[in-house]
DNA sequence: GTCTATAACCGGATAGAC
DNA sequence: GTCTATCCGGTTATAGAC
């Protein structure tokens, strides 16, 4: 009987987790120490550095989880719905609800988010397996809706929409509105802009500036 | 005699921070502690808090010197060039390169600009000093150019672009080409499409497209 | 009121034994 | 895979000198 998973181990990094995310949660992330978060899980701090190679790393996880989360609640309100603005709304304004708890430390995110040496930062090679999960949930957006859109520009599109939902992650964490109205409100508008953004860009007159801007995209990939 | 900004605490100042900034650029941020930053400028730790609130606030003073630096190389380059895509191309090069020396540790700057609780972010009031000189440059690369702005999008023109600005320093943080070539192409490839999209925006079929992305900044500038 | 010094605190991280 | 003991560096308390 193989019991790599399921073992003792397993256990005892789940519950590191789940420890540190509930004091993450109630107490910040600052504020709550790798001491409190072992105490909590009933383990010793060299423990817990065990199971994660630092205190980043334990929001690494909850990244993870949160992409989870997300999809789960985000998916099967997608099967009835085949606007781009509206797909798109319904993606981020789930990746922000599902998110709400952790908000007051999503900060965090961000924070090493943009630091080029932190594995944690989004667009690192460590965090190819996420972007990718999410990259892909852009695609089937649009690939299940029945907006038409140029071949040049599908290829591109998941990508650019994942840097647009980033985009409206950074305006969330900065959003102290009640209720987050503001990320509502602009989650709502630029929805729509996107989209007939990306049905203008089909138009034959605007065809030279897609092919630039798919240009510039093309060029930067190369090193 | 008033010697309130002349006197030893002055000179003790800027000997800390030219100090930091050296050790910063030789040795990267983390690898730097306060205790070697006192020592080089022959003053004690506790000396070296009593002139800077924390070790992020001595990148805060750089962040500002570097701005001064960018000013001084910049605005003279711009006196003979009236085309707005050639201004904006000046003024991000010149930024990138008199950034250069401190590209090793500018992830750092982002790091900390993420964080909305930390007075470095450049959103915080705290940033609006740096910020609205910055944007003021902006205003002023439009301005002597000889591009025709609708005069809504003027309005708003500053602050987008130095929302760009700011896209393409975080590229550059993550770019370690040689020569920042990937960064260098990308300026010069956007500020001709940015340019661009002015121009399209101020004709008549794009009127209503421009109407609700203006509509949009102003209905999230309130809370 | 401006500045400097000593010593300690606190929390993230690690070494190494078992 | 878990523990004990320790390091290391940012930060602060406190006390006093100019």
Chains 1, 2 share one sequence.
Not at 91 to 107: M, S
Not at 124 to 131: F, L, P
Not at 137 to 164: C, F, H, N, Q, T
């Amino acid at each position: 009987m193989q019991t790599v998973k399921t073992s003792k181990g397993a256990e005892t990094r789940r519950s590191i987790l789940a420890m540190a995310l509930q004091l993450f949660r109630e107490r910040g992330y600052e504020k709550t120490t790798m001491r409190m978060v072992a105490d909590a899980a009933g383990v010793t701090v060299s423990n817990v550095y065990y199971y994660f190679e630092s205190k980043e790393h334990l929001v690494q996880a909850f990244y993870d989880s949160t992409h989870v989360e997300h999809l789960a609640v985000c998916e099967p309100m997608l099967e009835n719905e085949a606007g781009l603005e509206k797909r798109l709304q319904i993606a981020l304004r789930t990746k922000i609800e599902t998110a709400e708890p952790y908000h007051g430390f999503a900060g965090l995110l961000f924070k090493t988010a943009a630091d080029p040496k932190s594995p944690l930062n989004p667009f690192s090679d460590a965090s190819e397996d996420v972007r990718n999960r999410s990259t892909d949930l852009m695609a089937r957006i649009v690939d299940g809706s029945k907006a038409r859109v140029p071949a040049d520009l599908r290829r591109e599109l998941p990508g650019l929409l994942w840097l647009y939902q980033m985009a409206v992650i950074l305006f969330w964490i900065h959003d102290d509105s009640d209720g987050r109205r503001r990320t509502h409100r602009l989650i709502e508008k630029t929805a729509g802009l996107v989209t007939r953004l990306i049905s203008i860009s089909s138009a034959k007159l605007m065809a030279p500036l897609r092919k630039s801007a798919l240009g510039l995209i093309e060029d930067l990939r190369q090193p």
